[in-house]
């Protein structure tokens, strides 16, 4: 069984920076993608960036030019930089692996941006 280990939440000022990380438990082939969602109280999970396995990267209006998703592919981790964090920032960070036949979800790690 895969498991994905976040790390890197926690409680910020605005205008402070965290830097997240997601780890494979054990090796995953074929990866295609690994990314970042969140979900705030009240709201939808909704996505934040992603990053494919060639290095491409993309990210969602809200985050662009604040966040920076990278990975490392010989570990299956994936980390997210973030930057000039407000307080609508505040969330349940999760990570995705999009696998072959299947996705893998982390147990979420909190970020709270304090105003």
């Known amino acids: 069984q895969v498991q994905l280990e976040e790390s890197g939440g926690g409680l910020v000022q605005a205008g402070g920076s965290l830097r997240l990380s997601c780890a494979a438990s054990?090796?995953?082939?074929?990866?295609?993608?690994m990314g970042w969602y969140r979900q705030a109280p009240g709201k939808q999970r909704e996505w934040v960036a992603s990053i494919t396995s060639s290095g491409t990267a993309d990210y969602a209006d809200f985050v662009k030019g604040r966040f920076t998703i990278s990975r490392d592919n010989a570990k299956n981790t994936v980390y997210l930089q973030m930057n000039s964090l407000k307080p609508e920032d505040t969330a349940v960070y999760y990570c995705k692996l999009w696998g072959t036949g299947r996705n893998y979800w982390g147990q979420g790690t909190q970020v709270t941006v304090s105003s």
């Open positions: 054990r090796r995953i082939f074929s990866v295609n993608a």
